[in-house]
C-alpha cells in the first residue's frame, strides 16, 4: 500500500522547517527527477517541448528544460507569463544558459512535457489555453504531466512530486493522467510523508483464500446464504463467484425448486435461511420478490451480510445499516439513492462523482461500523475513518454481471471468516485482477470468465 494525501503543500513546509530543505532545493530535485526519466526512456536525438505557466508547476518545467538543455534538443513554450518567484528564478537561469524559447507548439516533438497548472489549480482554463491543450492532445508525441495534468490533457505518464495525490485517482482523471510515477525531493518518501487515513491498493496486497489446515472439511470454509430474488441470474452469478472463491458451502435462499435443474449441481437451495449459514448476501437481482418481513426474517440474525443492487432503494435498507457486520458495494447511482435514504445528502450522481472522496468520508463517519465499496473507475473502500482506493480497475468489467460476482467474491471471504474491511479490499482486488488477466479483447470479458478465472489465481 502506498499512502495518499489531500494536498502536500503542507509536506514541502515540513521540508523547509524541519529539514532544511529550501523550496529552491525540493524543486531542484523535482526537475531531475524529471529528467532522470526521460534520459532513461529516450534517446540523446530525441526532441522535446516543455510548455509551462506562471506558477510553481512551470517552474518545474523549466527547471527541467535547463537541466536537459545541451543533452537533447529542447524548446521552452510560455503558455502563461512566469509570475512565481521560483517561475522568475527559473526563468533567469534558463535564459543564462540559452535555453530556446518558442511562441507556438512545433510541428514535431517527439515528448511534449505539460506543466501549466498543478495541482492547486481552481477554476477553468481561458480559450487560448484550451486550445493549447487540444493542439498538444493531437500531436503523435509521448506526453508528460509534470505533478498533475492539466484538465483537458491526456498524458502517457505523470510524474508526481513527492508523493501521491487523491485527485490523480478520481474517476474523471482515469484517462487522463497515464502511468503514475513518484519523483522522490531529495528525502526518502518514507521521511517526506507523514500519516494519511487513506491509502492507494497493490496489487501484492491481496490476501486470497488459501486452504493451509488439512485437517478440515466443507464445513470449515463457511456456509454462505445468497437471497436469491426476481432476476435470477444475478443471485447465480454471485453464488457461483462464491462457491470458486472458497466458500465451503453456498445455498440460494428462496430459490424456486422448479429452476432447480438449470443451477450448478454444487450449490443448494433453500426457502429460509440454513442453520449452519455464516454470511449472507442480499440485493443482487432482488427485485420485488419478497415482503419486506420476508426478508426480515432471512435478516434478523448478527451473521455479516453484503448488500448491492436493489437495496439501495428500500427503506430496510435502514434497519440492516444497525447490523455491526455489513459491507455495502453501490455503484453511483445507488450510492446517490443511499445518501438520500440515510438524509446524508440530496446529490446528483455528476456532483458525486466530481467529489467522491468528500461523499464516502461523510457516509463513513455516519455510519462508522459499516464498510462501504464504492464502484467506479477507481474503487473506494472506506470504513469510520480509514479509506483505501483501488485503482486496478479496468473497462473491460464494464459488462452486467460483474458486480454480481464482486458481491460473490466477497462475501466468499465473509462466510470463512474474514472481517468486513478485509473482505471488501481482498474481493476488490481479486476482482480488478481477474480482469486484468484476462486475455481475451477488452469488450468480451463476461461474469462467466470472472469466475472461471478465480481457478488461476
Known amino acids: ?13 515540513r521540508c523547509y522547517e524541519k529539514f532544511e530543505l529550501s523550496e529552491d532545493i525540493l524543486m531542484e530535485h523535482a526537475a531531475e527527477g524529471m529528467a532522470a526519466y526521460i534520459r532513461q526512456n529516450f534517446s540523446n536525438d530525441s526532441t522535446l517541448c516543455i510548455v509551462v505557466g506562471s506558477g510553481n508547476n512551470g517552474a518545474d518545467g523549466i527547471a527541467l528544460a535547463r537541466l536537459l538543455h545541451g543533452d537533447f534538443q529542447v524548446t521552452l513554450l510560455h503558455a502563461k507569463t512566469p509570475k512565481s518567484p521560483m517561475a522568475l528564478l527559473q526563468k533567469n537561469r534558463a535564459d543564462a544558459i540559452g535555453v530556446t524559447v518558442v511562441s507556438q507548439l512545433p510541428s514535431h516533438a517527439d515528448i511534449i512535457v505539460e506543466a501549466i497548472v498543478g495541482t492547486g489549480f481552481k477554476g477553468s482554463l481561458n480559450e487560448t489555453l484550451t486550445q493549447l491543450i487540444v493542439d ?103 453464488a457461483q463467484a462464491a462457491l470458486r472463491f472458497g466458500s465451503g458451502l453456498v445455498s440460494l435462499v428462496g430459490f424456486e ?47 455479516p451480510l453484503v448488500v448491492d443492487a436493489d437495496l439501495f432503494h428500500m427503506p430496510l435498507l435502514l434497519k440492516l445499516l444497525q447490523k455491526e457486520q455489513i459491507v455495502l458495494t453501490p455503484h453511483p447511482r445507488e450510492f446517490v439513492s443511499l445518501l438520500r435514504l440515510v438524509q446524508l445528502a440530496e446529490i446528483t450522481v455528476e456532483e458525486l462523482q466530481a467529489d467522491r ?101
Request: net charge negative.
Open 1 to 13: 500500500m502506498q499512502k495518499l494525501f489531500e494536498e502536500v503543500g503542507s509536506l514541502d513546509v
Open 357 to 457: 472522496f468528500k461523499y464516502v468520508e461523510l457516509f463513513c463517519n455516519a455510519f462508522t461500523h459499516a464498510t462501504l465499496l464504492l464502484k467506479g473507475a477507481n474503487v473506494i473502500i472506506g470504513q469510520k475513518d480509514t479509506f483505501y482506493i483501488n485503482p486496478h480497475g479496468s473497462a473491460k468489467l464494464a459488462k452486467g454481471g460483474s458486480g454480481d460476482v464482486l458481491s460473490g467474491l466477497i462475501a466468499a471471504l465473509l462466510a470463512q471468516g474474514y472481517t468486513p474491511l478485509k473482505a471488501a479490499l481482498n474481493g476488490s482486488l481479486t476482482h480488478t485482477f481477474l480482469a486484468k488477466n484476462y486475455s481475451g479483447a477488452d469488450f468480451s470479458l463476461t461474469p462467466d470468465d470472472l469466475i472461471a478465472g478465480i481457478g488461476k489465481l
Open 136 to 238: 498538444i492532445n493531437k500531436t503523435n508525441a509521448f506526453k508528460i504531466a509534470c505533478d498533475m495534468p492539466t484538465p483537458g490533457f491526456f498524458a502517457d505518464v505523470t510524474l508526481t512530486m513527492g508523493a501521491l495525490k487523491k485527485a490523480l485517482f478520481l474517476d474523471k482523471n482515469k484517462d487522463a493522467v497515464g502511468n503514475i510515477e513518484v519523483i522522490n525531493l531529495g528525502i526518502s518518501r518514507n521521511i517526506y510523508e507523514k500519516e494519511s487515513n487513506w491509502q492507494l491498493l497493490d496489487m501484492d496486497d491481496i490476501e486470497l483464500p488459501h486452504r493451509l489446515c488439512e485437517d478440515s472439511h466443507k464445513g470449515s470454509y463457511g456456509h454462505l446464504a445468497v437471497i436469491s430474488g426476481e432476476k435470477i441470474g444475478a443471485s447465480l452469478l454471485c
Open 257 to 303: 425448486k422448479e429452476h432447480a435443474l438449470h443451477i450448478p449441481h454444487a450449490l443448494m437451495y433453500a426457502h429460509s435461511l440454513p442453520e449452519n449459514t455464516t454470511a449472507i448476501a442480499i440485493g443482487m437481482g432482488l427485485g420485488s420478490e419478497f415482503s419486506e418481513n420476508e426478508l426480515l426474517e432471512f435478516l434478523d440474525n448478527g451473521l
